[in-house]
T-cell receptor
């Protein structure tokens, strides 16, 4: 079974530039999550999709972050403009959407460095 | 707000030692995950628990719902077990089901 695919693996940009990350979840997984993990901390949920609808985006900085999952499959997360504090690993995860996160699987993440 | 606390934050041990990592949380949960994250790598789910105990190879995870506490044990530890181990919980009561994570325990097993 293929895992959760993310790209790019690494990205370095200057502050005020924009950047986009891509995630392709496991086939059949209805629920998709984007997390931000700052060095030394646990991941923080940014946004959760159920199919192509948003379930929770309460911690997404909407003035600069946006995410979409138009066809209910793959998803993109965008930052525009980037700030130095956005330097982090951005993790995508997917699950079957059943209670308790059955089948919860993470991608390898995208490491973003803002300089 | 549910807090997830892990201890210890850092742990260095010799190969072969028995390792215990603890996780406590403050409100009722539906389930708890133990996750492993290698440096520069993605996160792998080791266990999902809602009660009792699970075992996989040299790894054992237990949860005590009444005490709101879980432990991850590694028997006969090996240098390849060196990683960050993260406890994460799903809250009870519905709503968005994203995980809430502890800050992780950085484990180093020395040969």
């Amino acid at each position: 079974e293929a895992g959760v695919a993310q790209s790019p693996r690494y990205k370095i940009i200057e502050k005020r530039q924009s950047v986009a990350f891509w995630c392709n979840p496991i086939s059949g997984h209805a629920t998709l999550y984007w997390y931000q993990q700052i060095l030394g901390q646990g991941p923080k949920l940014l946004i959760q999709f159920q199919n192509n609808g948003v379930v929770d985006d309460s911690q997404l900085p909407k003035d600069r972050f946006s995410a979409e999952r138009l066809k209910g499959v793959d998803s993109t997360l965008k930052i525009q403009p980037a700030k130095l504090e956005d330097s982090a690993v951005y993790l995508c995860a997917s699950s079957l959407g059943l209670p308790w996160g059955y089948g919860y699987t993470f991608g390898s993440g995208t490491r973003l460095t803002v300089v | 707000k549910n807090e997830v606390e892990q201890s210890p934050q850092n742990l260095t041990a010799q190969e072969g030692e028995f390792i215990t990592i603890n996780c406590s949380y403050s409100v009722g949960i539906s389930a708890l995950h133990w996750l492993q994250q290698h440096p520069g790598g993605g996160i792998v789910s080791l266990f999902m628990l809602s009660s009792g105990k699970k075992k996989h190879g040299r790894l054992i995870a237990t949860i005590n719902i009444q005490e709101k506490h879980s432990s991850l044990h590694i028997t006969a530890s090996h240098p390849r077990d060196s990683a960050v181990y993260i406890c994460a919980v799903f809250y009870s009561g519905g709503g968005a089901d994203g995980l809430t994570f502890g800050k992780g325990t950085h484990l180093i097993i020395q040969p």
